[in-house]
């Protein structure tokens, strides 16, 4: 359910402020909007407002939306208007106010985008501290001399304070160059430079976790198996178990960190399990039988127990940055145009094969990731915002077709030609526009049905 709310939110945020970005345009520049529509399909909402007596719609299919303006070339009979009102047509403004009115979509996405990472700067983002855990050998983290427990504090002469800066620079160097210098501190706070080869990188590595490709990983300390909240009625409620009570064995096999308690749990759906317990200073056993689910495909056990962790040893990992109200808005238009300029970057990339198309997003991917980032709180589901909101911006600029890009370039050729674009032109870019979002739509979905089958 929170998954399928965040979906229409995230949706219903991002076509509203797209749509209304070429309504207010189309206002201020003496057009005459005819309808505002959420979606399409049959109307489900339907009323009329203003003095131009728009009409506003929501419809049932959520995927898109659309303004439809005064155009004397759509009217079955142009010549039942007046003279003044046919002038409020879109087809009869300046080739410089159409182009307003186009562009103004993707730049009300892109404005919001960065609206939306200046609370997230103000508010504070938190993270987790760049400290490496285990450096496995033969990776390039290794070949490089990275050390267990180095702290990365710069990476390409940036400052970096969490784990989403160096993901975020080194996914952009890894289309700039082939070798980054990375800046650690170790234990001892020494300081160290050290030259990060990326060219071992494949392009479908990036799918997955290309940092952990590249041997950089967390360090994780051991955390005992400590119990957080219990669902009430879950096998753990039943058992009798408890926030704050520690596992120290299951069935005489003694367990030492929480993950080694997750595994066993998982592998033993139905199954009578015997625990010994810490309560306090006292220790306790109880049985419990973990509840048989299905995940991905493959059936595991639950109990219904949560993890609590060290709060004094979270505090030492984790970090919160926040900044004044103008470098916060600053750094909202930096994260704004790099995030704009890497994705173009890699569509390019994909389009010559030196990147994977499995970096293609559907609605399904897209519906998880807004669950996801919901649950986890409100300032990762802004972050997610912000950058859907860009992908919608940006994709909409393309050259392309049927897109508001492709209208773009339509009015650019009738700059330079003195005249507008033949309709048999507009005609043929239009069915090519077709064909490459079906095929754009046939990869998302492919990918989509593909994670899903995979997990």
């Keep these: 359910m929170l998954t399928l709310v965040a979906f229409v939110v995230t949706l219903g945020i991002l076509i509203a402020v797209h749509e209304y970005g070429h309504f207010q345009v189309a206002r201020w520049c003496g057009v005459k909007v005819l309808r505002f529509s959420l979606g399409f399909g049959k109307p489900i909402f339907s009323r009329r407002f203003g003095a131009d007596r728009t009409e506003f719609v929501v419809s049932i299919l959520p995927f898109g939306g659309y303004v439809k303006m005064l155009d004397e070339c759509e009217l079955p009979n142009p010549h039942a208007l007046s003279e003044a009102e046919l002038q409020r047509a879109f087809n009869r403004q300046s080739v410089w106010k159409r182009i307003a009115i186009v562009s103004a979509g993707p730049a009300a996405n892109l404005i919001l985008a960065v609206l939306l990472y200046w609370v ?35 990476v390409a002469g940036e400052g970096v304070s969490s784990w989403t800066d160096v993901r975020w620079i080194l996914l952009q160097q890894t289309i700039k160059t082939p070798e980054v210098t990375v800046k650690v501190e170790d234990q001892a706070r020494q300081t160290r430079l050290l030259n990060l080869r990326l060219d071992s990188l494949g392009k479908d590595d990036f799918e997955d976790d290309f940092l952990g490709k590249l041997g950089l990983t967390p360090y994780r300390p051991a955390m005992l198996a400590r119990l957080g909240d219990i669902l009430p009625g879950s096998v753990a409620d039943r058992a009798g178990l408890r926030s704050g009570d520690v596992v120290l064995a299951v069935n005489d096999k003694p367990i030492t960190e929480w993950e080694q308690f997750v595994t066993l749990i998982r592998e033993q759906p139905g199954k009578p399990l ?89 609605p399904v991917t897209i519906a998880s990731y807004a669950g996801q980032s919901a649950h986890i709180g409100w300032k990762s589901f802004i972050g997610f915002l912000a950058l859907i909101s860009i992908s919608l911006g940006v994709l909409n600029l393309l050259p392309v077709p049927v897109l508001d890009g492709g209208h773009l370039l339509y009015y650019t050729v009738e700059i330079f030609k003195g005249s507008p674009v033949s309709e048999a032109t507009m005609e043929v870019g239009q069915r090519i526009g077709l064909a490459i979002l079906a095929l754009l739509m046939a990869v998302a979905f492919y990918n989509d049905i593909t994670r899903f089958i995979t997990g």
Excluded: C, H
Aim: net charge negative; hydrophobic share 40%.
């Design 120 to 154: 997230l700067f103000m508010q504070g983002v938190a993270g987790m501290k760049p400290l490496l855990g285990e450096i496995e050998a033969a990776t390039p983290a290794a070949q490089a001399g990275f050390k267990t427990q180095d702290l990365i504090t710069e």
């Design 274 to 362: 015997a625990l010994r317990l810490q309560r306090g200073s006292e220790e306790l056993d109880a049985m419990v039988t973990p509840d048989a689910e299905t995940e991905d495909g493959k059936t595991i056990g639950r109990i219904g127990a949560a993890f609590q962790p060290d709060a004094a040893l979270m505090e030492k990992l984790s970090v919160t940055v926040n900044y004044g109200p103008l470098q916060s808005f600053t750094r909202a238009m930096d994260k704004t145009w790099e995030t704009s300029i890497f994705s173009l970057k890699m569509l390019g990339r994909m389009v010559t094969g030196e990147a994977s198309w499995k970096g293609v997003s559907g």
